[in-house]
């Protein structure tokens, strides 16, 4: 059973960082596309990042790009989101996915990842 468990969320001010992790277990973690999502009240899900664990490659949205760093750590099954420079309009629930074993990151678009973490909180006030 694939599971995927985010941490590092909380509350910060305006131009403050957060670093959320994803352990993910129950599968072969190498070789697949990992991302993080992001949906705030009254708005639709949208990606922010996403790395290919075979190889390193990423993509970033564009309103996170310079900003935002994702990263991974294969001995400990692990990925992060560096965020820094966090704005109030970052404020969402995170989600961390994970696509089938193999599939690289082609898009930010959630239809695309199979498995899905439960969400962490964050909060940038102003």
């Known amino acids: 059973q694939v599971q995927l468990a985010e941490s590092g969320g909380g509350s910060v001010q305006a131009g403050g960082s957060l670093r959320l992790s994803c352990a993910a277990s129950?599968?072969?973690?190498?070789?697949?596309?990992m991302g993080w999502f992001r949906r705030a009240p009254g708005r639709e899900r949208e990606g922010v990042a996403a790395?290919?664990?075979?190889?390193?490659?990423?993509i970033y949205a564009a309103s996170v790009k310079g900003r935002f760093t994702i990263s991974q750590d294969n001995a400990k099954n692990t990925v992060y989101l560096q965020m820094n420079s966090l704005k109030p309009e970052d404020t969402a629930m995170y989600y961390c996915a994970a696509r089938r074993l193999g599939a690289r990151c082609s898009a930010l678009i959630p239809r695309y990842f199979d498995y899905w973490g439960q969400g962490t909180q964050v909060t940038v006030s102003s």
């Open positions: 129950g599968y072969t973690y190498s070789s697949n596309c």
């Open positions: 790395i290919y664990t075979g190889g390193s490659s990423t």
